[in-house]
């Protein structure tokens, strides 16, 4: 059990956090003489719920970000349960991890895994063989702002829940995206993360594994009934294509498969992350159970 | 001493524990057995939404382990069916809430008043996760035919101690196994080393009856009913085949429904 962390507050607890951890290893975002200002963007990729694509969504929207010219490192937070390594088919190449670095065994040099195909992407895995209780989180908090000392951006893969990982994962971040299914579960979920997060933090949204098929049977729910509950700013809609699961299971990008919904989707919200205007197309309207369902978990916002 | 208590686990999240404990909870008590499902959760619950009785939960297993409640008053009754009933998470609290040990007390006492005790795990290997397991006499690991999903799943399997571990092969799309781009559920039983409790193919009935609140289960016409009582009486001992159910029945009209959608 952690013993830094008592979150009856998590918001507050995170920020208070944020202060000392920076206060303590007396890290600054200001220029030092002869270091690099830490200029990159650290992004979080969370959502509360597990298996909504959080790992899919970080893999390929750093492969799209490096296409797009940017150096870009994408860090596993999940120790213990890795997997992003094996996402991007790096996973023989891990030699070290974070937990390394914070503990001094290793330069952070020694323990990224440059990409394959593309010479700005990176990886920083996690370790496999300890618990997340061990990260702490100034490591954490150190670690981050040397990869956007280093990197433009730093996307960062959350564990599932809302535990010590998740605190570890967000500690470093200065933006969030958090990733939903159109899933009463998963939408539930993602209410949950958002309010969880630092208050300053700005959050987008990706809605994964839409189903136009059933959406369209008023089976599952539209991206106007999502954004009607979360009432966050949303930044993409990736179609549900197996085109992910084949390509995860080869270890290659979906964004590289050609003609792939998927893909396309991925790397128009590298754009949009990057500020490009690119506009996302609207679904039809929900069936009326939905709709009751819909009122019963909204609720006023100010 | 019955050994009756089962926590349903993955390591990975969204591979089907929650949808896995509703169903096969419904399944046993559709079979006479009196089954009670905990959420363990805490924080992040959902099994209340998948079983439709979000709006009736009053106490919560934290308010159990702290004694501000009775055993009886923190379970919720499914007054669609005889003899289930929900334990409900907090939603409010962390999972550091609770302690292991007041987590099997929990289950000892679910234990002696009912035939079946399904308890759904968090995902992760947390301190959510050490509490779930923590009253369990057996594991039930859920995994998907996808090389995350194994992977956590094996690691899973590293940390339940001496327990009895049998897996649920989820979301099988057998199309995609023909074609050579999913795993079979051989092949994932040849890499967990572990028995077979249940096949599940990939269905999109899943989605719309879980949004709904209205288990697969419930309902013996729905196409994965079936599924989930053999799953169901397997769990019970009974030696019940697998295989005829997916040959005959619905791995062929699965195979059929997802050639027509192309």
Not at chain 1, 98 to 119: N, P, Q
Not at chain 2, 174 to 197: A, H, N, Q, T, Y
Not at chain 2, 235 to 262: C, N, Y
Request: charged content about 30%; some cysteine.
């Amino acid at each position: 059990m952690s013993n830094d962390v008592r979150a009856h507050e998590p918001v507050e607890v995170m920020q208070h956090v944020a202060d000392t951890a920076a206060a303590d290893t007396g890290v600054q975002e200001t220029t030092a003489a002869g270091v690099s200002a830490a200029t990159g963007r650290a992004i979080v990729i969370t959502s509360g719920k597990g298996g909504v694509g959080k790992t899919t969504v970080t893999a390929n929207l750093g492969t799209a970000l490096a296409d797009a010219g940017r150096k870009v490192v994408v860090v596993d937070a999940d120790v213990g349960l890795r997997n992003l390594d094996v996402v991007m088919g790096l996973e023989n190449r891990v030699r070290r991890h974070s937990l390394d670095v914070i503990e001094e065994r290793c330069t952070l040099d020694e323990a990224l895994v440059r990409d394959r195909a593309r010479k700005t992407l990176s990886l920083l895995p996690a370790a496999q063989d300890r618990e997340k209780d061990d990260m702490p989180l100034e490591g954490m908090q150190r670690l981050a702002l040397e990869l956007r000392r280093r990197f433009d951006i730093v996307l960062i893969d959350c564990p599932a829940g809302i535990e010590h990982g998740f605190r570890n994962a967000v500690v470093g971040a200065q933006e969030a995206i958090i990733v939903t299914t159109p899933e009463v579960s998963a939408v539930r979920d993602a209410d949950r993360v958002a309010g969880l997060l630092p208050h300053d933090m700005p959050v987008k949204l990706i809605i994964n594994r839409i189903r136009p098929h059933l959406v369209k049977k008023g089976t599952m729910l539209t991206i106007e009934d999502v954004l009607d509950i979360l009432r966050l700013e949303l930044i993409g809609v990736v179609p549900d294509d197996k085109d992910v699961i084949v390509a995860t299971n080869r270890g290659a990008a979906v964004v590289d498969i050609a003609g792939s919904q998927t893909g396309a989707a991925f790397r128009r919200i590298a754009g949009r992350l990057l500020g490009e205007d690119i506009p996302i197309p609207v679904l039809q309207d929900r069936s009326p159970w939905l709709q009751r369902m819909i009122s019963s978990m909204r609720r006023p916002r100010s | 001493m019955k050994e009756n208590v089962f926590v349903v686990t993955s390591g990975k999240g969204g591979v089907g524990k929650t949808t896995t404990t509703a169903n096969l909870g419904v399944a046993l008590a559709r079979l006479g057995k009196q089954v009670a499902l905990v959420d363990a959760d805490i924080g992040l619950r959902n099994l209340d939404l998948v079983l439709g009785l979000e709006k009736r939960i009053v106490y919560d297993v934290v308010d159990l382990a702290e004694g501000r409640c009775q055993t009886r008053q923190a379970l919720i009754k499914d007054k669609r069916l005889e003899g289930l009933y929900l334990m409900p998470a907090a939603q409010t609290k962390d999972k550091e809430a609770v302690t292991e040990a007041q987590m099997e007390r929990v289950a000892e006492r679910l234990s002696q008043e009912f035939d079946i005790v399904l308890i759904d795990c968090p995902a992760g290997i947390e301190h959510g996760f050490r509490n779930a397991i923590a009253g369990a006499d057996e594991a039930i690991v859920v995994t998907m035919p996808e090389v995350a999903a194994i992977r956590d799943a094996d690691r899973i399997l590293g940390m339940l101690d001496d327990r009895r571990a049998r897996l649920v092969v989820n979301r099988v799309r057998p199309e995609m196994v023909k074609s050579g781009d999913m795993l079979s559920v051989e092949d994932v039983k040849d890499i967990l080393g572990r028995e077979i409790l249940g096949v599940v193919p990939d269905d999109e009935e899943i989605i719309d009856t879980t949004n709904r609140g209205q288990p697969v289960a419930l309902d013996p016409a729905r196409r994965l009913s079936g599924v989930y009582t053999v799953m169901a009486r397997r769990l019970l001992g009974e030696a019940v085949d697998m295989a005829p159910v997916f040959s005959d029945g619905i791995w062929t009209k699965l195979r059929s429904l997802l050639v027509g959608q192309r």
